[in-house]
């Protein structure tokens, strides 16, 4: 009898040996990733330079947005959304995170959404002020597009699902320096012009997402700096779109998806051609691909997701009398923003806080990935990987531009610098129209509840 038993369980053990233990421990992770383009059909008008005065005028680089589900072994989930366009609006997000509420019974902590923030793509209007004075025929067409968006969104993330299959994750990082900070100092403030002492964060960080017999079938890939190479009026994701591109080239079936940083400061450099754009778009590629030559580090472990919102204060509000003043201005953006502000304070009270979304999410035991909303500058990216970088830690994946990019969200350093990312660019926001400057205190809020949110990850 002893025998017996002792061969069974020689059989068993032999069995249980089939699988290779790498391969048992990345089979509880699940993935599926897909693609959908979301270049507008014809003429459109453009969003990040408000100097624009025409539609475009042709398609350089096809536009997408794309979506990853990863799932770990206990059935928890993260949906990535990247965007090749200028912004997350928040009724956007909005939008996306109930079609998943109602279709899946996942919770906004499941959602991040991000945006290349390239200036060569649509304009995306998705609340009355924004649409406010425009002539119908471009009213009628964003609201159009929006609406197209929306539901092109949607099927990526289902399509998404349909192919969620058994995966291998694994997370490892480079570098890239065209990146440079764009606050020059001068003898008459901040200038919009190549520091080359000012603050960068040159990470490219880099999840890669194989099959479970090792396929590359995602990349999600970051960088902080602004979509800005180009100015002219053809589509085009810019650097990034085409970084994109590349590496889906040199990977066959490969989706390379692209995670905005904090690069409300930074500017590519040199810039304002499409040689320039590509060549930045390779550069980031070959820093991509450098990662994943690098030893990796495989994700196990579980996801840990928290999402909250942070109330950023906005300085005192202008008086009626100023703005009146204001208005009146023969600079056609100042005159603008008092009038929009005018008609705030006439229906009711400018704001005086705004509810930012803030996400943290912990990849397995390897990474902690922290979402912020806005503009942000890169102090922040900077700051939160210093004070979590521990020595045989997560890995710290700092995005910007986030579920919600209503405003540039100055630092304090910044705040206190002024400029355009201090305050000066709200004249031009309008999905919100902001009262002004944010209080000296909004890095000590944002910072304190991503800390929370951070610490909810790790309990």
């Excluded at 100097?51 to 475009?56: I, Q």
């Excluded at 090792?214 to 589509?235: D, E, P, R, S």
């Excluded at 590349?246 to 995670?259: D, K, Q, S």
């Amino acid at each position: 009898m002893r025998v017996r038993l002792l061969v069974v369980a020689v059989a068993v053990l032999c069995c249980a040996r089939v699988v290779p233990a790498e391969d048992a421990a990345a089979a509880g992770w699940k993935a599926g990733v897909a693609s959908v383009k979301v270049t507008p059909d014809g003429p459109a008008w453009m969003a990040g330079y408000a100097a624009r005065d025409k539609p475009s005028e042709g398609v350089e680089q096809d536009l997408f947005a794309k979506s990853l589900v990863i799932q770990d072994p206990a059935g928890e989930t993260l949906v990535m959304v990247t965007l090749d366009l200028i912004s997350v609006p928040g009724p956007l997000r909005k939008f996306v995170e109930q079609q998943l509420t109602e279709s899946r019974k996942l919770k906004p902590k499941n959602l991040v959404m991000n945006c290349s923030h390239t200036h060569c793509g649509p304009e995306i209007r998705t609340t009355g002020s924004a649409l406010e004075g425009l002539e119908p025929d471009r009213r009628a067409q964003s609201i159009a597009y929006v609406q197209t968006l929306q539901q092109r969104i949607v099927s990526s993330i289902d399509s998404a699902f349909e192919n969620l299959a058994p995966a291998r994750l694994a997370f490892q990082k480079a570098r890239a320096a065209f990146a440079m900070n764009r606050r020059l100092p001068t003898d008459r403030g901040y200038s919009n012009s190549p520091n080359p002492d000012g603050r960068v964060d040159h990470d490219v960080p880099v999840l890669r997402v194989e099959t479970a017999d090792k396929k590359l079938k995602a990349i999600v890939f970051g960088y902080a700096c602004h979509n800005t190479t180009l100015g002219f009026y053809q589509m085009c994701g810019d650097y990034a779109g085409y970084a994109q591109e590349y590496l889906e080239a040199a990977h066959p079936g490969t989706v390379a998806l692209f995670m905005m940083g904090c690069g409300g400061d930074q500017n590519p450099y040199p810039r304002r051609t499409l040689e320039l754009a590509k060549q930045h778009g390779q550069t980031l590629a070959t820093a991509v691909d450098a990662a994943l030559d690098t030893p990796q580090r495989e994700i196990t472990g579980s996801l840990t997701l928290a999402f909250g919102t942070a109330d950023l204060e906005y300085a005192d509000a202008p008086k009626k009398a100023d703005l009146l003043e204001q208005a009146k201005s023969t600079n056609k953006y100042d005159s603008r923003y008092a009038e929009r502000l005018l008609k705030e304070l006439d229906q009711g009270t400018l704001l005086t806080s705004y509810p930012a979304p803030v996400q943290a999410a912990r990849i397995g035991d390897q990474v902690l990935f922290v979402a912020l909303p806005g503009e942000t500058v890169v102090d922040y990216s900077l700051r939160i990987k210093n004070e979590n970088r521990k020595s045989n830690g997560p890995d710290v994946w700092v995005a910007g531009y986030s579920n919600d990019v209503f405003a540039y969200i100055p630092s304090l350093r910044v705040l206190l610098e002024g400029g355009y990312e201090a305050g000066g660019a709200m004249r031009y926001m309008t999905t919100v129209v902001q009262p002004g400057p944010f209080a000296p205190n909004v890095e000590d809020i944002l910072m304190r509840r991503v800390n929370e949110l951070i610490k909810e990850t790790s309990e």
